[in-house]
């Protein structure tokens, strides 16, 4: 057996109406939304008594999708930090590809988005920066420029 494709990514927030609109902003679509409960959703999380409300976003090419999940039992927890550095263990960064990325930037920190270092030029061939989202979700963006 054979990996067919890598389907999503699924992110936990706080908010899912804010993580919508901010992924909406950057150019992903709704692909649809759900309230994930019942016991088929404890069994295959390994949870009790779970309830969630979820939305798949599809990129604008088909390919790249998330799925966030807002959880309302049990409760989404956290480390105690949403700001963690780059190089926190785990899940680091989704990253995508942006035609422009100053214009990206300006429509994302109207959501609350916040450069986490600066925007920086790899030689003549990309220019590429980390923004921190909603619930503490760090994106890379990307801009090719040659």
């Known amino acids: 057996m054979t990996l067919q494709r890598m389907d999503n990514v699924g992110i936990v927030v706080e908010d899912l109406d ?3 609109a901010f ?3 950057l150019g992903m679509e709704v692909e649809g939304k759900a309230q994930i409960e019942g016991l088929f959703a404890d069994q295959a999380v390994g949870l009790d008594g779970v309830r969630s409300d979820i939305a798949m976003m599809r990129a604008p090419d088909g390919h790249g999708k998330l799925e966030l999940a807002q959880y309302h039992t049990p409760a989404a ?4 930090s949403h700001n963690p550095p780059p190089n926190t263990l785990g899940l680091h960064r989704v990253m995508f590809a942006v035609d422009d990325i100053d214009d990206t930037i300006a429509r994302l920190r109207r959501h609350g988005a916040e450069l986490i270092g600066e925007v920086a030029q790899y030689k003549d061939i990309y ?12 994106l890379a963006l990307a801009e090719q420029i040659s």
């Open 18 to 20: 804010a993580a919508v």
């Open 127 to 138: 220019r590429l920066c980390y923004l921190r989202g909603p619930s503490g979700i760090i």
């Open 23 to 25: 992924f909406t902003e």
């Open 77 to 80: 927890i956290g480390d105690g």
